[in-house]
């Protein structure tokens, strides 16, 4: 059985915290957007950095039967955009974090806390 939403947000963001993703951010956009139910935002200081998160995180969710939707960036490793369905992921590099600035754009939706 496939993990439930909350279930893969929680893997998604344990993925990219054991890769030492910088300032991990958890969207919650139920109340927001019909495009997912969470976003992860999260930022790696070089290219392979960038990768080596983006590749955990997709490990974690087949694992947990999840089916991924999409990947687009993994080349260029500048923004890498993993849609798992109901949490759609973005590993920026450090630099583009700053200049996309998502969580201003996103700043009616929720941050999801953790214990």
């Known amino acids: 059985m496939a993990l439930n939403p909350e279930q893969l947000l929680q893997a998604a963001v344990e ?20 495009v997912a139910d969470y976003f992860v935002i999260c930022h790696g200081n070089s290219d392979t950095q960038v990768q080596a998160i983006a590749t955990e995180i997709r490990k974690r969710a087949q694992e947990g039967g999840v089916t991924i939707r999409g990947i687009e960036g993994m080349d260029t490793a500048r923004w890498v955009l993993i849609d798992l369905g109901d949490v759609v992921v973005h590993v920026f590099h450090r630099d583009e974090r700053d200049y996309y600035s998502l969580e201003r754009l996103w700043s009616d939706a929720k941050v999801v806390e953790f214990a």
């Open 15 to 34: 993925a990219a915290e054991d890769k030492k993703a910088g300032n991990v951010v958890a969207l919650n956009l139920k109340e927001v957007s019909l």
